[in-house]
């Protein structure tokens, strides 16, 4: 496989992104690897996130979606994804952002490792209430077909991943969740294909008062209804 310069398209979610969105940008803009695509979806934003955006509209590489109505977080990003021309996809939120050299190292991975077409890695927390800065993992993460050891602890950060285009032909987010999406496509992944792990942290997590209000009480009725959804699934498949 030769993928070096293939086109990467990054999705950026955006619905009142405007507070740390420059920050975000900057951090794609400044890649060692320069050949990618933002799709920038914007659901219905009433704050400055398109106006902040239009500001680099004299690069094609950006490109700007406005939603027709608002729509589900997973509901957008399947939405945003449609537009994408990549044979890499990347995720990247509002208010997160990456290391300058995250694209290229997986680049490089994934062309130097082809039994894998997904890899993800380590990131920092940012606690900006607690004004300090951590890794997330401190153990190594796992490689290769680990749906166990993601079910017994997901350390599958999506602003982390990059994952080769093909596999959204078949599989796309479940559109009823709003928290737990990302886990519920790659658990799903993971059963069929091996993914990869760079243990170094290449991205940044910030956790704020906006982002943790109402997400918990989400994040747990999502988890219960998922248990309760995939428990015989999971029974049948013993994962080793």
Not at 85 to 113: A, H, M, P, S
Not at 158 to 164: D, Y
Not at 191 to 218: C, D, T, V, W
């Amino acid at each position: 496989k030769k993928y070096y310069m293939n086109l990467v398209s990054i999705v950026i979610n955006c619905h009142n992104g405007g507070k740390y969105l420059e920050n975000t940008i900057q951090s794609i803009k400044s890649q060692t690897y320069s050949r990618w695509e933002i799709i920038f979806y914007d659901n219905c934003s009433t704050d400055n996130s398109e106006k902040i955006f239009k500001k680099f509209s004299n690069d094609p590489r950006f490109i700007y979606k406005k939603s027709d109505k608002f729509r589900n977080l997973y509901d957008a990003r399947n939405k945003a994804l449609k537009l994408t021309k990549g044979e890499y996809v990347c995720f990247l939120d509002t208010d997160d952002y990456w290391e300058n050299d995250k694209l290229e190292k997986q680049i490089n991975f994934l062309q130097n490792n082809n039994q894998f077409d997904i890899v993800y890695s380590n990131y920092y927390i940012l606690n900006e209430k607690k004004k300090k800065n951590y890794i997330k993992h401190h153990q190594n993460l796992p490689s290769g077909f680990i749906t166990r050891e993601l079910l017994d602890y997901y350390s599958l950060g999506l602003l982390t991943v990059m994952l080769e285009k093909k596999f959204f032909n078949n599989l796309l987010f479940n559109e009823k969740f709003n928290i737990i999406g990302d886990f519920d496509f790659f658990i799903k992944l993971s059963e069929n294909f091996k993914i990869g792990s760079i243990q170094e942290p290449l991205a940044y997590y910030r956790i704020h008062e906006s982002n943790l209000s109402n997400k918990m009480n989400i994040h747990v009725s999502e988890l219960e209804d998922w248990i309760n959804n995939n428990e015989g699934r999971l029974k049948e498949n013993q994962f080793s």
